[in-house]
């Protein structure tokens, strides 16, 4: 086993009750005020690379949650609310994709994730992560697939649909597709135990063949008692999943709960942990388990304490940024359960993939930072989780 390697103005009610005889409840405002973004672009310091310039490719976009690139060179957009958007040349096309899956949009639900097929220049297929609504008010994250063509997406299909939730939370989901041409996907599995559960697709990551059929050489294709589209399993909220572009590795992070985010290296058939191990405590306070580590269970590459509820995930390999190489990027939410704080960060790992350092960046902005990818050009792409969403691009300063 593996050691884990330690570790608008928004105005939210926070209301605890007070120990005393009265049992009186307060109500206390928390966060931070966050400025109007602005036309930008900005130029900030950093600690390796220096200065950098941070400009705004467009705005315009409700909640975005993430970014794909096309081989000629347009950019496909998710907006959570159910809107499949294109940008070209740097230019937001006003009319939506038509044909996009209906999504249920409560909570954390809606459309989520996008990714080009790697013959996406022959087939035009696109894949899809969406909450799907399943009735009596419930959600399941879905994995759909269908041809883009023009303006239009057909042929649309679901290749799997999980259990349905209730609930509000573990409704999303993220695409990759392996250097072995399998597509990979990831479901929350914040409640319960059901991440531990064989039986279940939940807190999980799947393994598919492109078309949505299970793939024979699934490390439980053959295990009576398990889903046999399980990859792995044990995960919370996986809100980054990607190939690392350089060993072929299978990479996610995911959110813990108060406290205890996590970067792992995904290798087949393991478990990783949730909810029997985490760094994280509970939202009240108590810990989630005395002991965070536990033989048979995958350790994290990368742990925050606080949690900075991480979302987007890249490995830079670009010569834009010399000293950047080999870094990971994770856009974050808030930091500490504090709004008003998100931002980007930076880790740095040595030739054995262990942690060295961190940077936090663009705080100076405040913005929710949903999405984080390496483009064609070797620019740093982002999206901004705001009403308002933006679009943005980090490249070298003059």
């Given amino acids: 086993m593996r050691v884990r390697h330690s570790v608008r103005l928004v105005a ?4 605890c009750s007070v120990p005393n005889s009265h049992a009186q409840e307060q109500s206390q405002a928390i966060g931070v005020p966050v400025p109007p973004l602005g036309a930008g672009p900005w130029v900030f310091d950093t600690a390796e690379q220096h200065k950098i310039r941070v400009s705004v490719v467009t705005k315009g ?6 970014l794909a690139f096309l081989p000629d060179g347009e950019m496909l957009v998710t907006e959570r609310p159910g809107r499949l958007r294109v940008i070209r040349d740097g230019v937001l096309d006003p009319q939506p994709i038509v044909g996009v899956p209906q999504v249920r949009t409560d909570g954390n639900g809606g459309l989520m994730d996008v990714a080009a097929h790697p013959r996406f220049a022959d087939n035009q297929l696109v894949y899809l992560t969406y909450t799907k609504p399943v009735g009596n008010g419930m959600g399941a994250p879905a ?13 649309v299909r679901d290749l799997i649909v999980t259990e349905g939730y209730e609930g509000n939370s573990g409704l999303n989901g993220r695409v990759a597709i392996g ?9 929350g599995g914040r409640v319960g135990t059901v991440a531990q559960d ?3 697709l939940r807190g999980k990551i799947l393994r598919l063949n492109d078309d949505g059929s299970v793939p024979s050489d699934n490390p439980f294709a053959d295990h009576a008692g398990h889903r046999p589209e399980i990859y792995t399993f044990g995960h919370r909220n996986t809100l980054g999943l990607m190939v690392h572009p350089e060993t072929g590795m299978l990479w996610n992070h995911e959110n813990g709960p108060n406290g205890g985010d996590e970067i792992n290296i995904i290798l087949r058939g393991r478990n990783y942990g949730w909810p029997v191990v985490s760094f994280g405590r509970n939202y009240p306070g108590s810990r ?10 995958e350790s994290p590459l990368v742990v925050w304490l606080p949690a900075i509820a991480v979302a987007g995930l890249a490995i830079y390999t670009g010569d834009q940024f010399p000293a950047w190489k080999g870094n990971a990027f994770v856009g974050s939410l808030r930091e500490g359960g504090i709004p008003g704080t998100g931002h980007l960060q930076r880790v740095v790992f040595n030739d054995q993939t262990e942690e060295l350092r961190r ?6 902005l405040r913005q929710r930072i949903r999405e984080v990818r390496e483009g064609p050009d070797g ?10 969403g933006a679009l943005l691009r980090i490249e070298p300063a003059p």
């Fill in 12 to 15: 939210v009610l926070l209301v």
């Fill in 61 to 66: 976009l409700s909640h975005p949650w993430a």
């Fill in 143 to 155: 994995l759909a697939r269908g041809t883009l063509e023009g303006g239009t997406l057909t042929d």
């Fill in 179 to 187: 250097r072995d041409g399998k597509v990979y996907m990831s479901t």
């Fill in 198 to 200: 064989p039986t279940s």
């Fill in 288 to 297: 989630i388990t005395e002991h965070p580590t536990q033989e048979g269970m």
């Fill in 359 to 364: 940077e936090s960046m663009l705080t100076e």
């Fill in 379 to 388: 620019f740093l792409y982002l999206l901004t989780d705001e009403d308002d």
